[in-house]
């Protein structure tokens, strides 16, 4: 069996730097406990603090703001999506972001029926 190796670098509001690294048998509760380490320092990511030029940044956005908490769907983002920046979008690209932020553990995505449906991560640490 490989031996795992996780690296997080991280950067404080002001301006302090973080490099932890995690090797050996890493679990999910491990990297768990680094989240909340990394939540009782109010170190947050670096992507939250993007300016919104990017379809990426404005899904996330609408996420982060409309579902903290609770599950959603691709359609559920498209609606409040167009709501929110008065520009259409196609269902097709939502669906890429929302695959792209699970593979990136920012969410989880569980197969319902014939749908994705999502739920961020956080809300699932806080759950457990």
Do not use: C
């Not at 048998?25 to 109010?42: A, Y």
């Not at 300016?51 to 996420?63: A, E, H, L, R």
């Not at 932020?101 to 457990?128: C, D, H, M, P």
Request: proline share 2%.
């Amino acid at each position: 069996m490989a031996k795992k190796r996780i690296r997080i670098d991280m950067e404080d509001s002001d301006g302090a730097r973080y490099d932890i690294k995690l090797e050996g048998n890493v679990t999910r509760d491990k990297v768990l406990k680094i989240f909340e380490m990394m939540d009782l320092m109010n170190i947050e990511e670096e992507h939250e603090v993007t300016n919104m030029d990017s379809v990426g940044s404005k899904i996330w956005n609408i996420v982060d703001k409309f579902f903290p908490m609770g599950k959603f769907t691709s359609t559920n983002i498209l609606e409040k999506y167009e709501d929110e920046y008065n520009e259409p979008v196609k269902l097709s690209v939502i669906s890429t972001y929302l695959s792209r932020f699970s593979s990136k553990g920012r969410v989880n995505r569980t197969r319902t029926g014939r749908e994705w449906t999502y739920q961020t991560i956080k809300l699932a640490q806080k759950q457990q």
